[in-house]
């Protein structure tokens, strides 16, 4: 009598152990998930911010993108121009 309720106590132990990995498992894939995505974000935030950076290289700067830049930061603009705000 003591040895099937032994042997059942283990299976039982075993069984909780899978369920519970495989409950582990799930999580860690959607976490996988939603860590890819955000590197995907990161890298396209990175060649975003590399072209910025090229346009503006020691060596030579974008005269139109230095211009673009200035109107933002600075709000500078010619009497002639017309200005639409961009909505945020």
Known sequence: MTVPFVALLISGYF??????SVTAQKMLKEEIRSLEAEQARIEASKKDLELHVGL??????????LDELVRKELGFSHPDEIVIPEKK
């Open 56 to 65: 503006l290289s020691s060596n030579h700067v974008d005269p139109d993108y």
């Open 15 to 20: 069984a909780a152990h899978g369920v519970k």
